[in-house]
């Protein structure tokens, strides 16, 4: 009985610290999403030195960071019309490459 006292205890205070952290993380969390412009994220991630220094040299007086975040999205527009272009291209092509057999 003393062995099954002792557990529930421990239990007990292992709970409670893990519920004070979670309050503490919540909290940090919280401040660091209230200082964040809306619509971002704040992440760590590791860049090669020459990504980094490519956007440093060409910042100017604007951060860096912005120009990678820039470089991302038309990364990902470029994606999209080139997925969209070959689309179009693959509807339009089908009928000439069908009628193509029956000659």
Do not use: C
């Amino acid at each position: 009985m003393r062995k099954q006292a002792a557990k529930s205890s421990g239990k007990h205070s292992g709970h409670r610290s893990r519920g004070n952290v979670s309050a503490t993380a919540t909290a940090d969390s919280q401040r660091i999403d209230d200082a964040a412009p809306r619509g971002k994220t704040r992440l760590t991630m590791y860049l090669d030195m020459a990504v980094v220094e490519y956007f440093r040299s060409r910042a100017g007086g604007r951060g860096y960071q912005t120009l990678i975040n820039e470089a991302l999205k038309r990364a990902i527009e470029q994606e999209n019309l080139e997925n969209v272009l070959r689309r179009v291209i693959r509807e339009e092509a089908h009928p000439y490459q069908a009628g193509k057999g029956k000659t």
